[in-house]
């Protein structure tokens, strides 16, 4: 499968971005998706996470209450719905893909990546 992240730039502290990640290939409902974020000079890590299903949802702790991961199967499509942003939020946001039935929240488990989105929230 490949991804394509798009929906990033440059906001105020306070506002909302909408990540959006399309997927190539077949199956597309089978993986479990995630999002990523890396700061300069930090792990990546892991944002949320959706279940093949859309039933199964994680959230870190960091974001919850503002972030919410969705996606829809028929569109192919993974998204990240970032409201009241943070300085903090500012990094390059990926999304990433598990074959597989679970949701797992490690980066280790994800096999295929897009390219990145920059989000960079100004104070």
């Known amino acids: 499968v490949q991804l394509q992240a798009s929906g990033g730039g440059l906001v105020q502290a306070g506002g909302s971005l909408r990540l959006s990640c399309e997927a190539s290939?077949?199956?597309?409902?089978?993986?479990?998706m995630a999002w990523f974020r890396q700061a300069p000079g930090k792990e990546r890590d892991i944002v949320g996470a959706i279940s093949w299903s859309g039933y199964g949802i994680y959230v870190s702790d960091s974001v919850k209450g503002r972030f919410t991961v969705s996606r829809d199967n028929a569109k192919l499509a993974v998204y990240l719905q970032m409201n009241s942003l943070k300085p903090e939020d500012t990094a390059i946001y990926y999304c990433a893909a598990a074959n597989d039935y679970a949701l797992p929240i490690t980066r280790v488990h994800y096999s295929y990546w897009g390219q990145g989105t920059l989000v960079t929230v100004s104070s």
């Open positions: 290939g077949r199956s597309f409902s089978r993986y479990a």
